[in-house]
T-cell receptor, first 116, second 111 residues
């Protein structure tokens, strides 16, 4: 149990376009979902926390108009990188927690975004 | 000073050896401690979850927490090449869903 999927696993887009990344909890209802960014050989940087039906809470320094998060249901959250630029190229990973185990985060496999 | 310190390695050990991975932390409020394993270009996988001080064993893995010293460890017995990965410690305090991560230790098990 506690499987989280992400789609797509890899995406290449041109500068100025927008990209949507989906995060799904496959076998449980996620009370909270998190979005992280990870640079090569670096640890995870939390971008935002989202709960179903609520606005996401962004970490300091993360532009909420650039990284749009929608948490439409208890099993789906999306991250849209708007007007992407090469500096947005990174590995984006989501995680989810389930009811009654809010300290255990289960991560998706990640999405590699490359902006050309 | 970072809230969580973790030796980035790299750490290389021969197959079959016992591996010890460690993290220290400064926030005495932390009560929940986790170890994640991350293979290259993949998301982290939850290995061990421990509440407060003590030991927890799961197969070849043992997690130890010493809150008095603010020190946590992950031991891997009979290490295998498939254990080669980056290991991240993570922790949080009561009522806080956000995790504070260590920087990760890159481990290589040499056949």
């Amino acid at each position: 149990g506690a499987v989280v999927s992400q789609h797509p696993s890899r995406v290449i887009c041109k500068s100025g376009t927008s990209v949507k990344i989906e995060c799904r909890s496959l076998d449980f209802q996620a009370t909270t979902m998190f979005w992280y960014r990870q640079f090569p050989k670096k640890s995870l940087m939390l971008m935002a926390t989202s709960n179903e039906g609520s606005k996401a809470t962004y970490e300091q320094g993360v532009e909420k108009d650039k990284f749009l998060i929608n948490h439409a249901s208890l099993t789906l959250s999306t991250l849209t990188v708007t007007s992407a630029h090469p500096e947005d190229s990174s590995f984006y990973i989501c995680s989810a927690t389930r009811q009654g185990a809010s300290y255990e985060q289960y991560f998706g496999p990640g999405t590699r975004l490359t902006v050309t | 000073q970072k809230e969580v310190e973790q030796d980035p390695g790299p750490l290389s050990v021969p197959e079959g050896a016992i591996v010890s991975l460690n993290c220290t932390y400064s926030n005495s409020a932390f009560q929940y401690f986790m170890w994640y394993r991350q293979y290259s270009r993949k998301g982290p996988e939850l290995l061990m979850y421990t509440y407060s001080s003590g030991n927890k064993e799961d197969g070849r893995f043992t997690a130890q927490v010493d809150k008095s010293s603010k020190y946590i460890s992950l031991f891997i017995r009979d290490s295998q090449p498939s254990d080669s990965a980056t290991y991240l410690c993570a922790m949080t305090d009561f009522g806080n869903e956000k995790l504070t991560f260590g920087t990760g230790t890159r481990l290589t098990i040499i056949p």
